[in-house]
């Protein structure tokens, strides 16, 4: 594979970058270490930079030419509330905070890419280097800075995202035009029942009963209610109730998640499921109530940008390392929200299975993402940093 030569001779430092991120992961919305370090090495390379969008988000413009197209190049930055495993030099620091997706990669990916490209200046236009905090766990960072005024500050005409993938060949770039990963939701139901001795339960209206039919109930919702051909997810993934073993309690909750592929499909769903809880704990003598919050829409790539994105792949790299049909996955990720207000695509770069971590000291499990066991691997920081200087050159090609 052929990555940029100034690139690659900058392979260690940025390998020492994303393992001195990797050491030191924050959380959602905390990521002020990380988003200074960000920041410094932007101002260090003269771009203009712009801190605190959507709380903790950095956005770093660097212009050349008098071209007026522009760019987004995103990248997210936080970790996950998780253990980390791993025992080599650079695990993390903080007990029960763990780079644990793979954003220490994508932070360094950038900022490699931002070097070469304020060195060389090679296009004619804007790019809007973003990198976003608060991607995991549904805090949707994207969208804080969104409400923050990302687009109407800095405006661009397209925009790109991409997320390592384990178990993908190591530099495989894999896209998907259209409907590529869910959108996430989840719902809290709210059985009313009428507690009372568990001697007596014809002197109570038993919400465990309603909560047990409830469960049957929703199951309906995807196997006789959505269109077959519209894949959805609806998992029920915690019930409570009561305190004691001889009473029956007043109230009993379900919560759980939903997964679509399309607004519509969601839409159904949530309706039907209202229909069921308005309606089932009454036949027990009870009452229900739905709550339910749309977290992250659907992802759905633009054509177009996604036709280009991979054009460049296989131009850069080759054929054999471009895959244009990879699956649908039913993970989340708030890129959606960009997505439904510019053109643009979402792609993955393959992270392997786990190889690169034989020569460290890790925790002998699976590096899949959100396992305690993962690391990112370093090798595709070049790769990564090459595509986008080539995805940039070839949208504003200089004049």
């Not at 990916?109 to 809007?128: K, M, P, Q, V, W």
């Not at 994105?309 to 960009?338: K, L, W």
């Amino acid at each position: 594979m052929k990555t940029i030569d100034e690139i690659e001779r900058a392979h260690a430092d940025l390998t020492a970058l994303r393992r001195d991120i990797h050491a030191h992961p924050e959380l959602a919305f905390e990521e002020t270490r990380t988003a200074g370090l960000v920041a410094q090495r932007l101002r260090d390379l003269g771009l203009e930079v712009h801190t605190g969008i959507g709380k903790t988000g950095v956005v770093g413009v660097l212009r050349a030419g008098s071209g007026t197209k522009t760019i987004g190049l995103r990248a997210d930055m936080d970790a996950l509330p998780m253990p980390e495993h791993n025992r080599f030099e650079h695990r993390s620091t903080i007990p029960g905070r763990m780079h644990g997706c793979g954003h220490d990669g994508h932070t360094t990916i950038l900022l490699g890419a931002a070097e070469y490209l304020s060195r060389h200046r090679n296009f004619d236009g804007t790019i809007n280097f973003i990198f976003q905090p608060a991607e995991e766990g549904g805090n949707a960072g994207a969208r804080a800075m969104i409400e923050d005024g990302l687009f109407d500050r800095f405006p661009c005409d397209a925009i790109y995202g991409l997320h390592n993938m384990p178990g993908m060949p190591v530099n495989q770039f894999g896209f998907r035009a259209g409907p590529m990963m869910a959108s996430s939701n989840r719902w809290d139901i709210i059985i009313k029942g009428v507690g009372g001795h568990a001697a007596q339960p014809h002197g109570a209206v038993d919400p465990i009963v309603v909560a047990a039919d409830m469960v049957h109930a929703l199951q309906t919702v995807i196997s006789r209610s959505r269109d077959p051909l519209d894949a959805a997810v609806l998992s029920i993934t915690q019930i409570h109730a009561g305190d004691a073993y001889n009473v029956i309690p007043g109230e009993a909750v379900l919560r759980g998640t939903v997964r679509t592929y399309t607004t519509a499909a969601l839409d159904k769903i949530e309706a039907d499921m209202r229909r069921i809880v308005t309606t089932l704990p009454q036949v027990y003598g009870g009452s229900g109530e739905l709550q339910f919050v749309r977290a992250y829409p659907p992802l759905v790539n633009w054509a177009e940008q996604t036709a280009f994105a991979t054009e460049v792949a296989r131009a850069a790299f080759g054929d054999e390392h471009v895959n244009t049909d990879i699956p649908q996955f039913m993970g989340a990720e708030d890129f959606s929200f960009y997505l439904e207000k510019v053109p643009g695509c979402y792609l993955f770069l393959g992270n392997g299975d786990g190889d690169h971590r034989l020569q460290s000291y890790h925790g002998m499990g699976p590096c899949q993402l959100h396992n305690p066991n993962y690391d990112f691997n370093d090798a595709l920081l070049p790769v990564g940093a090459t595509y986008w200087v080539k995805l940039v050159e070839a949208y504003m090609p200089k004049a």
